[in-house]
């Protein structure tokens, strides 16, 4: 898999998505249908806010006593019989899973998916070290395919259209060209993978959640994908954030009713499986990742985003993230969660992703686990002005405008130049030096200011009380 | 590596990356948070039994009340007679599943065209059913084979999943898993196709 690209910003990346207007269309349409879906199954639910207040206040718990619940989860992995593993970057978390492979001889694996390895991009470290990766997950064989990164944490091809995805399978498959029958493309990458899962000795799944209390984890899926390989693998290799472990088994009671239906509006994935011990004649291992992950715990500001539990509704209800696409985040977990995530990271790399935001605060409204996602954004944007990671004409701009808003007089007159500017040289504002009139046409402008009609209007029509 | 504690200049133990981890996030966690009790919601429909159905029905699956083994048996051969291959551990189901529980190799069941479980669980509001190890001596066949068949006991059905983890709080098992209805995708252009990588169908039983 191709890294993300990481020398452009997402203002110009999605300058390349908005290039095709009905595709833009489409995804923003699909994903508010998606919305519409999680909004349906969670109004059918008469405690869901209750539901979702029990998480996050769940999570509350787990990140002030993360390491005493992880201690206890070590334990109790160690005594089912599972070997665990630490990782404390991402370099680490590849290293370990190579060192495992060639433990067992093994150059050919299975992955389901996990965003943890994307972050990590482990395919690629593999790759370069002679060992094949089959990413298993329809979506992510089809992205896999075409050397492109996931667009999307739960719809990792939502970006293409199935024209693309037939040329992809006729290309890679052999399939019928022109036949984009999703039916008939869905039966050929079954086959083609079933091949796969019967013939490799190693699976790689992602983790949803781990138990301290008893030191299983549990994977969620709805192709069965992460079943297939690992009850069939030889070696089964978990790879999961240290912030995914919540207390106890009862606890998924409250998550598994949140994830799916906040996902996809679905009651619950088709499977929800829970690995505690390895089965006869198999090793099982876990790898526990803090790439940066104990940073964020230590910013009091931040460290909520580590309460998240991965179903994306943050992106299919972001209007930005539905009309620019997953690319243009350039990491690999875009939308709202991915733009609080990344800064973290590589504040300068992504010093524009707290910007890609309207601040409209519905990702944090419709957030499992309360996260408060538009907050976040925005102090995320204090601190990397501060730190001068902001553009320059970014900060200018915003010097101006803080500037403007705190002098009244200066915001009267320069609003009426703005009207006037507009009615009388719309060339001026209609170009391509003014980033909001690409995709848009601008306004009539109104011959008065709010101010200025009612300072006429209650001259003429005094109140009559 | 070793840490050097700043005040005193003394090495400590070397630690792995683990208790490296551990120790940047004690450092970083905030102050204990209490963990809350999970509070009691009542379920939010009256009849468990119908609203299984419901769900089961709303996500691709076939259900049928049934009031014993002769008409599952029936119902079996009606739905899927091109069969060649059937595999249960259900001993009632005998006359028409091949019921080896010797040890094999999980690729031998790659040929599977239907599997038979008894499930001990079930959920209304998302038509999960549960199966563990103990009752699965083969992991790999609710996934590998083409189409998936559960027996439940009406009985069995729970509303919700508070109710299905109050049951199963404290069981043992290697592995175990919900299953709600046949395998599924939406990966290309949100179009569901059933039948991604798991069962194309999933058939459940209701004895009452």
């Known amino acids: ?465 | 590596m070793d840490v050097t504690n700043k005040s005193t200049g003394l090495q400590s133990p070397p630690l792995g990356d683990g208790g490296y981890i551990l120790q940047a996030i004690k450092a970083n966690q905030p102050a204990l948070i209490d963990l809350i009790e999970v509070p009691e919601f009542a379920p939010y429909f009256d009849d468990v039994v119908a609203k299984y159905i419901d769900v089961l029905r709303g996500i691709g699956g076939v259900v049928y009340l049934v009031s014993n083994d002769e008409e599952i048996i029936e119902k079996i051969k009606q739905d899927f007679p091109d069969a060649k291959r059937i595999v249960s551990f259900i001993p009632a189901l005998a006359s028409i599943a091949e019921q080896n529980k010797q040890e094999v190799d999980p690729h031998d069941y790659e040929n599977v065209d239907v599997f038979i479980m008894q499930s001990s669980l079930a959920v209304a509001e998302n038509s999960a059913v549960w199966i563990t190890d103990n009752e699965l001596p083969v992991r790999v066949l609710p996934f590998i084979a083409q189409s998936l068949i559960a027996v439940i006991n009406k009985q069995d059905i729970v509303a919700t999943m508070h109710d299905a983890y109050d049951k199963i709080a404290d069981i043992d098992y290697g592995f175990a898993t919900f299953i709600a209805g046949p395998s599924k995708t939406a990966d290309i252009e949100q179009s569901l196709v059933l039948g991604a990588h798991g069962p194309k169908t999933m058939t459940v039983f209701v004895k009452q």
């Open chain 1, 1 to 465: 898999m191709t890294s993300p690209n990481t020398s452009a910003d997402h203002a110009s990346l999605s300058k390349k998505f908005n290039a095709d207007e009905a595709r833009v269309d489409w995804h923003d349409e699909t994903l508010w249908f998606v919305r519409a879906k999680r909004d349906k199954a969670a109004h059918a639910i008469p405690e869901w806010e209750q539901l979702r207040e029990t998480a996050s206040q769940i999570k509350n718990n787990v990140l002030s006593n993360l390491s005493g619940y992880l201690e206890q989860f070590e334990e109790k992995a160690k005594q089912n019989g599972i070997i665990v593993h630490w990782a404390k970057d991402a370099k680490a978390h590849n290293e370990i899973i190579f060192s495992i492979l060639k433990q067992y001889g093994i150059d050919r694996m299975v992955k389901s998916k996990s965003m943890l390895t994307e972050e990590c991009h482990l395919n690629h470290y593999l790759q370069e070290n002679g060992i094949e990766v089959i990413d298993t997950d329809l979506g992510e064989r089809i992205v896999q395919m075409r050397e492109e990164p996931p667009s999307h944490i739960v719809l990792p091809a939502i970006h293409l259209k199935k024209q693309d995805v037939s040329d992809t399978f006729h290309e890679h498959l052999h399939t019928e060209k022109g036949n984009n029958d999703p039916q008939f493309l869905t039966n050929a990458a079954r086959l083609h993978l079933r091949e796969k899962f019967l013939t490799r000795r190693a699976a790689l799944t992602g983790v949803n959640f781990a138990i301290a209390e008893t030191g299983e984890f549990v994977v969620c899926t709805n192709e069965g994908n992460a079943d297939m390989g690992a009850h069939l693998a030889d070696v089964h290799i978990a790879c999961m954030g240290f912030e995914k472990i919540i207390p106890q088994r009862k606890h998924l009671g409250v998550f598994l009713r949140l994830l799916a239906r906040s996902a996809t509006g679905q009651p619950v994935t088709t499977y929800s499986s829970h690995f505690k011990k390895p089965r006869k004649g198999q090793e099982m291992h876990i790898v526990i990742v803090d790439n940066g992950r104990s940073t964020q715990l230590g910013r009091k500001d931040f460290r909520n985003s580590l309460k998240c539990i991965r179903c994306a509704a943050c992106f299919n209800t972001c209007p930005v993230y539905r009309r620019s696409g997953g690319h243009s985040y350039h990491t690999a977990i875009a939308g709202p969660i991915g733009s609080i995530l990344a800064p973290n990271l590589d504040m300068k790399q992504y010093a524009d992703l707290p910007f890609a935001s309207t601040l409209c605060g519905s990702c944090s409204n419709v957030c499992p686990v309360k996260i408060d996602i538009h907050d976040q954004l925005y102090k995320w944007r204090q601190i990397i002005g501060k730190d001068g990671y902001a553009g320059q004409a970014k900060a200018l701009s915003m010097k101006g405008m803080a500037f403007t808003l705190s002098h009244p007089s200066v915001y009267k007159v320069a609003g009426k130049a703005g009207r006037w500017f507009l009615k009388n040289t719309p060339f001026l504002v209609n170009n391509k030096m003014n980033p909001w009139y690409h995709q848009r046409e601008m306004p009539e402008p109104p011959k008065e200011s709010f101010g200025e009609w009612y300072k006429k209007n209650r001259k003429t029509k005094p109140p009559t009380h």
